[in-house]
């Protein structure tokens, strides 16, 4: 199986991605940090590098859906070439970083690529308040994210209800994060993992 878990930046990801690979004994999937050769130039000229950029990250994404299709064990990966596509590549359109020209190919580029996997067997979106985010980027303190804008994670988020709820054909879990601690409260962990249950292995009734 390939079990997705989605979210803006700061929800939760990585933590929950963690928890539920050691939960489950499924194989986590993190995103490549091996080095991106526009990621430099891309700062300094953003409009011009953008499209290099975007196709770049869909190409690692693209590999990494791959490999984890032909994974013999279950796979749970944090982010997914899903969000990538229709969310910040989305963004970065939006905002005007990517022409018209550049978008369109770039979209058929994915599609292409989408007729030689599937969708993951269920993602779960991690949806959370804007409030909520700011304070998890401030607690673990990463340098480069202090300086994020909020219009930015507005954009995201309205961005990743208009993903997940129009766009994604796949199966949808979502949790609501802004009330939960699943690092450090262990019912707030089994609420998630019995919904999970529920959906893959049908052990207990779904909650609505």
């Known amino acids: 199986m390939h079990i997705v878990i989605a ?45 290099a950029l975007e196709v770049y990250f869909l190409k690692q994404r693209f590999k990494d859906l791959l490999d984890i299709a032909h994974a013999r064990e279950t796979v749970i990966q944090d982010r997914s070439i899903f969000e990538g596509v229709h969310v910040f590549t989305a963004n970065n359109y939006a ?74 054909p796949g199966k949808v879990l979502t949790v609501e994060v802004d009330n939960l601690d699943f690092l450090n409260r262990k019912a707030d962990l089994a609420s998630i993992t019995d919904r999970i249950d529920a959906i893959l292995f049908g052990l207990f009734p779904p909650q609505t």
């Open 95 to 168: 905002m005007g970083n990517l022409d018209e020209r550049d978008y369109k190919c770039y979209m058929e580029l994915f599609e292409s690529m989408m007729s030689a996997v599937h969708v993951p067997d269920l993602m779960i979106y991690l949806r959370a308040s804007i409030p909520h985010l700011v304070e998890n980027i401030q607690k673990r303190g990463r340098g480069y994210e202090q300086q994020m804008q909020l219009d930015y994670l507005k954009n995201l988020n309205r961005l990743y209800d208009e993903f997940i709820y129009q766009k994604y």
């Open 7 to 51: 979210g803006n930046i700061g929800s939760g990801k990585t933590t929950l991605t963690k928890l539920l690979a050691k939960h489950y004994g499924w194989i986590s999937k993190f995103e490549a940090v091996e080095h991106n050769p526009y990621l430099e130039d891309y700062y300094n000229d953003i409009p011009r590098w953008s499209f």
